[in-house]
C-alpha cells in the first residue's frame, strides 16, 4: 500500500482532488465506470485541462451538468440509491461514509434529520461526480488512508442555494467538529471559501491524521488546480510516496478513531464472546466490555469498540447480526498513539514476536507478544514466568539503539 500525503496548502474541494488523481495518472474510465452503473452516464461531462497557476502546471477539472432540469436528490432517497449501486464493497463503505458525514453535518446547521437533507440540483451531481470519482480513483491506486495538512477553510461569505452565508462554510465547520478536523489559519487570504463541504468530507473519511508528513520518499505528484485567482498558486498535491523510518526521536501523533457503544443485557457469556470475537475480525482496533448496573436493576455489560471511520458500514452490519442490541451509539474522537514497529527476536528457547513503541525522548518501549510465550512455554515444558525472564535477559542484552525495522503507521 502507498503512502499518500495530501498537501492542501489554499484549501480542499473535491473536484481538485479529483483533478490530482487524474495528474497521478488515474485513466478517466475508472471514475466514469461507477457513475454510470448508477444510471449518469448522460447527465455529466468532465471538462479536464492543464493550466497554470502562480507559475506551476496543474490539471483543472470542471463538472459539467447535461441534465436539461437537474433535481433536488434527498438524502434518503440517494442513500438507497447508493447502498443498492453495483459496486465493489470497498468503494460502496467509503462513498457512503462520506455521504453520510455530508448529510448529518448539514441536518446539523439546519436543525432537521439527516433523512430530510436534499443536496441541491447541480450541486449534487457534483458531489456525486467528485465522491464516487475521488473514492474510485483512491481505490484504484492501491491507496487505504491519506495523510493531510490542515486545510485552510476560507473567511467572508459565500452565495449558497440558501443564500449568503458565513465562510467557513457551516457544513464545514461542523464536519471538522464531528471528526475532530484541524483548520489552518487563512489570515492573509483574499475573503472567499478555500475548502468546502465535499472536499473535507473526503479528507475527513480517507485521512488517518492531519499533519505535517512523516519522513518520506516522493514516487509520484498529482497537482491539482482551483479556479479562483489567488495571490499564490491555488492548488493541492497528492504525493505517493515511501515512508521512511525518521532519524530522530519519534512523536506522537493524533488521528480519528470511531467509537461504536451499547449497552446489552440478554446475551449469554458464551454469546458475548462471540459477538466482540466478530468485531474484532471485521477490522474493529480494540474491543472491551464493562459491567454495568441497567434499569430494573439487571446487570448487564457496555460493550465498547473502536475502529478506524471508514469501517463503520462494515461494524454496524456486525452489532445487527450478533448482538441483541436495538440501537448503536457512535462518535469520532481524537486518539494520540506513538510510533511503533514489530520484529522477531532470537532467543535459546526460539524466535519471539516484539512489539514496540517509540517514546518522544527516542527510546524504544518493548514488549514480547503473549501468544508467543505461551508457545514457548508449552514446546518447552517450562513456567511462563521462565520464559519470560529468558526473553527479558535477551532484550537486556541487546546493544543500545538497536536497529529495526521501520516504524508502522
Known sequence: MPLALLDCPTGLAGNMLLAALLDLGVPEAVIHAPLAALGLAESYRLEISERRSGGLRGLHLEVVTLEPDPPHRLWSSLRRTLE????????????????????????????????????????????????????????HLGVEQLQCTPPPAGHGSVTTAHGVLPVPAPAVLEI??????????????????????TGLALAAVWC??????????????????????????????????????????????CETVLEQQAQIDDLTPEDLAAFQEALRRAGALEVFCQAIL????????????????????????????????????????????????????????????????????????????????????????????????????????????????????
Open 84 to 139: 443498492q449501486a453495483p459496486w465493489p464493497s470497498s468503494l460502496r463503505e467509503r462513498v457512503l461514509a462520506v455521504f453520510v458525514l455530508l448529510a448529518e453535518a448539514e441536518a446539523a446547521v439546519h436543525g432537521h434529520s439527516a433523512e430530510a437533507v436534499h443536496f441541491h440540483e447541480v450541486g449534487a451531481l457534483d458531489a456525486l461526480v467528485d465522491v464516487v470519482g475521488v473514492c474510485a480513483a483512491l481505490l
Open 176 to 197: 471538522a467538529r464531528l471528526r475532530g478536523v484541524p483548520l489552518a489559519s487563512s489570515a492573509g487570504f483574499p475573503a472567499g471559501e478555500l475548502t468546502t463541504p
Open 208 to 253: 488517518e491524521r492531519f499533519g505535517l508528513p512523516p519522513a518520506h520518499r516522493p514516487e509520484r505528484v498529482g497537482v491539482g488546480l482551483g479556479t479562483r485567482g489567488l495571490d499564490r498558486p491555488n492548488l493541492l498535491r497528492l504525493v505517493l510516496a515511501t515512508g521512511l523510518a525518521p532519524a530522530g526521536a519519534g512523536q506522537p501523533h
Open 294 to 409: 441497567m434499569k430494573k436493576g439487571r446487570p448487564g455489560w457496555l460493550v465498547t469498540a473502536l475502529a478506524q471511520p471508514h469501517t463503520a458500514e462494515v461494524l454496524r452490519a456486525v452489532w445487527w447480526q450478533h448482538s441483541s442490541t436495538l440501537g448503536l451509539r457512535e462518535r469520532h474522537q481524537p486518539r494520540w498513539v506513538l510510533p511503533r514497529r514489530s520484529r522477531d527476536l532470537s532467543t535459546p528457547l526460539g524466535a519471539v514476536r516484539i512489539k514496540e513503541a517509540r517514546l518522544p525522548d527516542g527510546r524504544w518501549r518493548s514488549k514480547p507478544e503473549h501468544d508467543d510465550l505461551l508457545a514457548l512455554a508449552a514446546r518447552h515444558a517450562l513456567p511462563l514466568d521462565q520464559v519470560r525472564a529468558v526473553v527479558q535477559g535477551c532484550l537486556r542484552q541487546e546493544p543500545a539503539g538497536e536497529a529495526g525495522p521501520a516504524e508502522l503507521p
